[in-house]
T-cell receptor, first 114, second 112 residues
């Protein structure tokens, strides 16, 4: 069990550029979640996949954000036309279907939009 | 009113003391409750989960849940300087909805 991994760990980009982040969940976990965290706040839910199906999306997920999990394994989160307000830590978590469904977080990708 | 509320702190306790962290939530149908620890610049790390009213103990940590009062707490016994971190309360707010709603966290400082 190598845990949830995320790539890259840090990303600096200029306003208006597109960025893509990758998340690899714990291998046997079928659920995958994306959250965003800004300084001094708790993580805020963005979206959730069960296998390859995207089952929930937050109102925070504007049309500039898109997430995919094409084969039910790794997931990507793309932000188009980045804005300075997108600067945050983007966290991925995974869990296994079951009565507890505990979510385990990856190390996060810190995005800075200049 | 925020869905999950925590005192931001900092809560300062001396080494060896009991640290008590509190959390209230607004959605009465909440089913699952979690405490995560987050060191500065790092991601949240699961400490405890609790689903039923009462106490749940795991080593130096005890989670307490009172659904009637919509209140969940975390006690840390024999606090150590390494426990200094932000503690996040998370609630699975609606049955069948998997998203966690987090509080803003309480910063704990354990003084040596």
């Amino acid at each position: 069990d190598t845990g949830v991994s995320q790539d890259p760990r840090h990303k600096i980009t200029k306003r208006g550029q597109n960025v893509t982040f990758r998340c690899d969940p714990i291998s046997e976990h079928n659920r995958l979640y994306w959250y965003r965290q800004t300084l001094g706040q708790g993580p805020e839910f963005l979206t959730y996949f069960q296998n390859e199906a995207q089952l929930e999306k937050s109102r925070l997920l504007s049309d500039r954000f898109s997430a995919e999990r094409p084969k039910g394994s790794f997931s990507t989160l793309e932000i188009q036309r980045t804005e300075q307000g997108d600067s945050a830590m983007y966290l991925c978590a995974s869990s296994m279907t079951g009565s507890t469904d505990t979510q385990y977080f990856g190390p996060g990708t810190r995005l800075t939009v200049l | 009113q925020k869905e999950v509320e925590q005192n931001s702190g900092p809560l300062s306790v001396p080494e060896g003391a009991i640290a008590s962290l509190n959390c209230t939530y607004s959605d009465r149908v909440s089913q699952s409750f979690f405490w995560y620890r987050q060191y500065s610049g790092k991601s949240p790390e699961l400490i405890m989960s609790i689903y039923s009213n009462g106490d749940k103990e795991d080593g130096r940590f005890t989670a307490q849940l009172n659904k009637a009062s919509q209140y969940v707490s975390l006690l840390i016994r024999d606090s150590q300087p390494s426990d200094s971190a932000t503690y996040l309360c998370a609630v699975e707010a609606v049955t069948g909805r998997r998203a966690l709603t987090f509080g803003s966290g309480t910063r704990l400082q354990v003084q040596p």
